[in-house]
């Protein structure tokens, strides 16, 4: 029999009681199967809904490139002259139908960072809501609303930047409420041993909805117009959410197709996790130590995450100086490393409690150390190897790629410390994970006033910096198993 296998911080005491991953002399039911199962088709389906979201988020940054007439952003033009031209632009057929509007560079700033002032206001009343209706019609509204709303971004660009705005804070309001629902449904359908892989299999997709929106988008924009863009992922948007609406149940008693074997497998292995009371213990969960190592890991590793997702296309094209259309599939490169990452650390994580007895806090710390210190290494090299494009790009992509780790690692552990919660507390780390989004670009385009190969480098290695804090502050205070306030008998439960 293979030896446990300890975390890399904490004493024994810690240790010992979260070494296996069911109650002490339960019996384990056998897992049930995998293929056709209802949980996995959530999966699946949770999967498409997240790539639908991620590429409705995503879209209006190259279609903003058309949108905004070239004559307005020549004097904005900050392109470096430190690195050569990389290649000669490609010749290509570009449609010009498209409406051109006068904005300069601070407007195009509040149309960009709108999305994020209203995703922040609902994330923690979404994890309560979904506590308390389920997850289901929450998701499932949050994802139409803002493919409704994605339908009408040229008439509100016709009515003018203020309405382009609003619509915009709408639709981060109906995407502010996916993920804290998401999880909140997780915490009835994900057995305990196979929450990592069941997880990034669903937020897997808003990784691969970044690979395929952005070059796609790009094209779209060539070769037809930017409005396209907005009525193409729109509606599949609208069509996800009835097949969501007609296949997904809330919870594992309620779904009209599931077999019974795995009904009772997925029930009885959450049984002891979940709490019956009714009243929200807010006192308990914000003093909760646990939740705070979550909150600074979940804020870490987005302002790294946040400044490449929003800034790597300028850098690509403004100091590496790639053109256009390579810029497009140069910049979702990094994403479909993440995204694959995702999906194999799931697998690698379960398969590491499960056949080798690791225990959840140290499968989570150690994803974690990788998925934040990993991707800052890089970070800082990408940013000190000067004009070398081949280097750059390589050094950035295994950056993101890395960052697929953490998927495993902090990004879960809300559903191994509260499950009945985890909704609710996904809520509360998302909204301080939010916070880097709304000022992390900003933050860097003031430390690049002069677009130097030397200022991006602060910038990467502040990124780095606070995701390497991060990681530390969650390896010494993080926990892998139910907390006593989450459970209605206030005896903690270690998975």
Known sequence: MRPLLRGPAGNDDEESSDSTPLLPGARQT?????CCSARYNLAILAFCGFFVLYA????????????VDSNTTLTDNRTSKECAEH???IKVHHNHTGKKYKWDAETQGWILGSFFYGYIVTQIPGGYIASRVGGKLLLGLGILGTSVFTLFTPLAADLGVVTLVVLRALEGLGEGVTFPAMHAMWSSWAPPLERSKLLTISYAGAQLGTVISLPLSGIICYYMNWTYVFYLFGIVGIVWFILWMWIVSDTPETHKTISHYEKEYIVSSLKNQLSSQKVVPWGSILKSLPLWAIVVAHFSYNWSFYTLLTLLPTYMKEILRFNVQENGFLSALPYFGCWLCMILCGQAADYL????????????RIFSLIGMVGPAVFLVAAGFIGCDYSLAVAFLTISTTLGGFASSGFSINHLDIAPSYAGILLGITNTFATIPGMTGPIIAKSLTPDNTIREWQTVFCIAAAINVFGAIFFTLFAKGEVQSWALSDHHGHRN
């Open 353 to 364: 409690r499960v056949k080798w007895n690791f225990s959840t806090i140290s499968v989570r």
């Open 30 to 34: 056998e897992a049930a199967p995998v």
């Open 56 to 67: 409705l988020r995503v879209n209006l940054s190259v279609a903003l490139v058309d949108m």
């Open 87 to 89: 290649s000669a632009p």
